[in-house]
């Protein structure tokens, strides 16, 4: 099988691992104006909360077990709740995002009953359950995006919670403003049995992976494909075929994989944006996937689209 006929990831059920992607509430938007129904919605006794600090996650302490979801009572710190935003509907049971604000975080994490974590780690650790972890992936970046968007681009005056979290208004000049999703490129560049995987500074030692970027205003994904590619590595590319799609709410990003067929090889990194970049065989690219590379390297973990491609490129199912 060529790397043009790998099957589409998101084919029925994306695959099991792959972080955020599982969110199985229904999104009721049609609720989202209707402001003295989410008000009800809210004080029935099945309404559940997902609750955020800053860019953490609240969890709660349920004997050796972690929970994503709080009852409305049992939310901390009700003195400093700020935005809380409407997420939709899960088997009858209403479910919000509450944000608390970040100048308590190191209160919280005090708190015996409670545990903060990034949700990065909430992907890796898996403490709660693949649907819970999309819809926290929702509610993340909605709640992060009201703290960073309380003013109004167009004139400075200070905004307020509309449609239940999904918007936000300006009295004074009448402009709206919606989250935002921010579309990334993510491909992993092909030449028959070879692949290019590169390294930022940043990374943990000896990962490597696949190229990366943002869409830019005016630009379709297969172009954006191709500008990525040549910047980051110096090379030209033909054929591109999207494959897979995940949320990444680290902050609010779409991320959009592709394979990407390479017709010039000789790679240029960009000396700003990576420490490293090479063509990697198939056999070396599945070593670093078992984790027997003699020089010890690795590739992103399951969770990350990133290494869902790579083991689309070595034959690997989920």
């Known amino acids: 099988m060529s790397d043009f006929d790998w099957p589409l990831l998101q084919e029925g059920a994306p695959p099991r691992t792959l972080g955020f992607a599982h969110a199985t509430l229904d999104r009721a938007a049609h609720l989202r104006s ?10 029935r006794p099945q309404a559940r909360f997902y609750a955020f600090c800053g860019d953490q996650v609240v969890l709660a302490k349920r004997g050796e077990m972690l929970d994503a979801l709080f009852d409305a009572g049992e939310l901390p710190e009700a003195g400093f709740h700020r935005e809380r935003v409407f997420l939709g509907i899960e088997d009858g049971s209403p479910r919000f995002a509450q944000f608390i604000d970040p100048a308590i975080e190191e209160v919280l ?41 309380r003013f109004c681009s167009n004139c ?30 993510i491909m992993l560049i092909v030449d028959g049995d070879r692949c290019v995987l590169g390294r930022q500074a940043r990374f943990i030692a000896n990962t490597y992976s696949t190229l990366a970027g943002f869409v830019e205003p005016g630009e379709t994904i297969e172009a954006a494909v191709r500008r990525e590619c040549k910047e980051e590595a ?33 790679i240029v990194k960009d000396e700003e944006e990576l420490e490293e970049c090479r063509w990697f065989s198939r056999d070396e690219v599945l070593s670093m996937l078992e984790k027997r590379h003699p020089a010890g390297l690795m590739v992103p973990p399951r969770l990350a689209i990133a290494n869902h491609l790579i083991r689309l490129f070595v034959g690997l199912g989920d």
């Open 109 to 149: 994490k005090a708190e015996a009953g409670l545990v903060l974590m990034g949700v990065r780690q909430v992907a890796v650790e898996r403490p709660v359950s693949p649907a819970d972890l999309g819809a926290i992936a929702e509610g993340k970046a909605l709640t992060l995006w009201h703290w960073k968007h």
């Open 34 to 43: 209707r402001a003295e129904e989410l008000a009800q919605l809210e004080a």
């Open 234 to 266: 110096g090379l030209d590319i033909g054929r591109v075929r999207v494959v897979a799609n995940q949320p990444w709410p680290l902050p609010m990003s779409l991320m959009i994989g592709a394979v990407a067929e390479a017709t010039s090889f000789t």
């Open 156 to 185: 400075g005056a200070p905004t307020a919670l509309t449609q239940g979290g999904w918007r936000r208004d300006c009295a004074a000049c009448g402009a709206q403003h919606f989250p935002r999703t921010d579309p990334v490129v």
